[in-house]
């Protein structure tokens, strides 16, 4: 009886082992399924390049702020000025006993304009300018941080609604909504661009 009873339970052991292989192996398949759906969308690094484009702070914009401002000093500073002179000149006579008049007037009036330039041709070697545009750096990290975070949350929705749907319909109806938050989270930083590339890069797979 003890040995049909081991049996019996080793028998069960390996149903129950089977029986999550094949669990595992199912749930594998559809996270499979799922990232093949994905793989019309663009990559995070594709999202976090088309944001920092959008606010202007990628490298290449970085390196023209720096070239422009190590330009600008070669460019003078000028200083202009404008001068009006005008006299007014009188003659007169007098004859006694009559009161004095005016016998002519002549007016005499003068414009002057001055143009100047001034280099400092220290900012050749040292411009404050292109220090300010590091100051962009923070504002780089703080997009490059929030479209990760969106995108993989995004992602992480996307596979329990794939693989586990609630199955409660307010539940569903809350997870749909919640993925099409992040979604349009991902078009404000992108300025619309990543809705534009799923939707081109679904009608080339079709």
Known sequence: MRTRGCMVAALALVLGVATAGGAAAQGRREIQAAQARWRQEPTVSDCVQAALRFFRVSPDAFDSYRASARARALLPQLAAGYRLDDDRLAFGRTEEPTPLFIDAEQNRRTHAVSVGGIW?????????????????????????????????????????????????????????LAIAEYTAILDVLTGGWFTEQVAARAGRRG
């Open 120 to 176: 400092d041709l220290r900012d050749l070697v040292f411009n404050p300018a292109e220090v300010q545009v590091y100051g962009l750096v923070g504002v780089q990290r703080d997009i490059m941080l929030e479209v990760t975070r969106t995108y993989f949350l995004r992602r992480q929705l996307l596979l329990r609604l794939a693989t586990r749907p609630p199955e409660d319909p307010i539940a569903y109806a809350a997870l749909e």
